[in-house]
């Protein structure tokens, strides 16, 4: 089995990515087809990129760099939970991401993203930031509305729908992660996984 991580993407007090990141991950449990974990950046207390060197040297220097990297590193596969801020993910989501490098690569992602358009510009951004980590985005995708999945836009309240998209959107997690676990195999040798600072 596969090992998927839903990443819970804001840290601000009172945020929702942790009731919707809860709802995707009862879901996906019910499925028994991969090992699914939530993994909440706000545990990782990562500060703002404090590493001298690119991460994509591999050369992280802090403890917090290095667990997060270590969390990560352990899975096939993850589901963003993102919301909207100013058309684009959130700053905190963005950071944990650039911490980071080699851990994301050849991997597989989709998407469950909120806000008043469904979260879909955040999405749209977090696509262009996958395909430079080498990470395989797919297609369908989670999108919830301020206005018709929250309460008076605070208490989650998903409608039935949303179930369906979250489980079209783990069949194809699944497929393009389990893929890409073979090809990491067949990749694994010094000339192709060596690091390089920046793409050319
Ligand atoms: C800084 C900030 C910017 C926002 N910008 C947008 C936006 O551009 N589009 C949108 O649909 N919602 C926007 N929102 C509303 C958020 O999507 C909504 O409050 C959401 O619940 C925030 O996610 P969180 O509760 O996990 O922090 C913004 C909220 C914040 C805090």
Do not use: C
């Not at 992280?60 to 969390?71: G, L, N, P």
């Not at 980071?100 to 930031?129: D, M, P």
Request: proline share 4%; hydrophobic share 45%.
């Amino acid at each position: 089995m596969i090992k998927v991580g839903i990443i819970v993407g804001s840290t601000r007090p009172g945020r929702h990515s942790e009731a919707v990141a809860r709802w995707v991950y009862e879901i996906a449990t019910k499925r028994a087809d991969a090992e699914y974990e939530i993994v909440d950046i706000k545990d990782f207390n990562l500060p703002l990129l404090d590493e001298p060197v690119p991460p994509s040297m591999g050369q992280y220097s802090q403890s917090h760099t290095k667990a997060w990297a270590a969390k990560i590193a352990e899975f096939d596969a993850y589901v963003f939970v993102t919301a909207e801020y100013n058309h684009s993910t959130t700053g905190a989501l963005k950071n944990a991401i650039d911490f980071i490098y080699q851990e994301w690569n050849n991997k597989a992602a989709g998407f469950v993203g909120y806000g008043s358009a469904g979260g879909t510009r955040a999405v749209e951004h977090l696509r262009l930031i996958m395909a430079e980590l080498q990470v395989a985005d797919v297609r369908a995708q989670v999108a919830l509305s301020l206005f018709t999945d929250f309460e008076n836009f605070t208490v989650f309240k998903p409608a039935a729908l949303h179930e369906k998209a979250v489980n079209a959107m783990l069949d194809q997690v699944l497929a393009w992660g389990g893929a890409l676990k073979t090809l990491r195999q067949s990749i694994a040798d010094p000339i192709h996984s060596a690091p390089r600072p920046f793409r050319r």
